[in-house]
DNA sequence: CAGCAACCTTGAACATCGTTCAATAATTAT
DNA sequence: ATAATTATTGAACGATGTTCAAGGTTGCTG
């Protein structure tokens, strides 16, 4: 029984990493079944044996993605002690920087679309919703008089906004941005995102202008 | 010899609505060559004379698709002249409302891959660049001392930053944003992301902080 | 109007997918 | 050792985008 279940999880592991390399050099389009079960050594309907179906294996594969990414942004956000505005930039910097150097990895989490009716399990959105933490800290730090509530809608946004201009920045549709000019724009902005929305909780809510 | 090619033009027109019609209720994913011949009442192979293949034909609904939305911006650039940055404002919050009314059709133009090794054509990216003219003339205002280069990037770097807050405020993945929350979230980051360039630009470049 | 060439349309066929399942092999329990 | 359970296989299924030879239409010409 033990033997049977062992060899199991090691092909199941081999199936993560070979679906892995696979979407990192040919893209979540470029993942095949029959050619996972080639390089695992098994038939390819055995695939289904560990895996429910692609879906899962897709999510599996963002679950370790997200998880270095995670340890990318606490690199970030550890490397020396400067002020929450510049923790911020660095985050927002460290996230551009790895979506470029895990492009298709970090492109398929957002490509892929569960099949219809079926929606994505909770241990996936659990993954993704650890990623907000960093920036909580910083903001906290900034906005103090903010509830938790707030601060998380405030976390959002600025992690969307940055997304946004990552997701169309690296994207060669348009007229490919160089990296070193995204990243000076991603710290512009994000700089001066905290400006104003410190500027405005100085001096309160009011009317518009 | 006129009138086949008539007929033609026209079929070629219903392929494209119907192709509209289908992404609109079933998504990108649900639009099937097959169902499209028989909606238009042709076979299946002759949607191969109309269009050279279904990535063209997803490109023709998105050029519809933002020829509207063009026009949805421009009525919110015309109504009521407002401050530049309520305009700015204003053409944001038109983004989100358009893409919340028109979300699988809105989706389909970011979810759309070109097939490997071929690329967008220029009639396609000259739709896209548009866009921008709508944001570019209240920039300009706001900032008389910047090149036209310089308010180009600005531009796209405040537009990628909104889309980013819609793309993932619209995605069920997450937590459903309810749409007036949203709405307000947008307006909140773009006044802030305005009034912090304005300040930065006000006291000149300088050191971080 | 008849004949002919150019073009169009058709729908069957092809290649490629994800996925399933009855048959077979392997493993475990008795 | 033998039966029972479980795992693995690879052929087959149903979809799907795309192609193409066969047959039908159209429009020009004598």
Known sequence: MTKAL?????LRADLILAAERMIATRGLAGLKTRDLAREIGCANGAVYNLVADVDELVLRVGSRTLLRLDQALSAAVRAGNPSPQETLVRIAIAYCDFAAENLELWRAMFEHRMEP???VPDWSVDDQMQLFRHI???LAALF???GTEELGITARSLFSAVHGM???GLEQRLVAVPLPALRKEI??????????LMARA???PRENS
């Open 6 to 10: 062992e060899r199991r999880e090691k």
């Open 117 to 119: 009716d079926k929606d």
């Open 136 to 138: 909580y800290a910083p």
């Open 144 to 146: 103090p008089k903010r």
């Open 166 to 168: 990552v997701a169309l």
């Open 187 to 196: 710290a512009i902005l994000v700089r001066a995102m905290i400006d104003g």
């Open 202 to 204: 100085a001096q309160g």
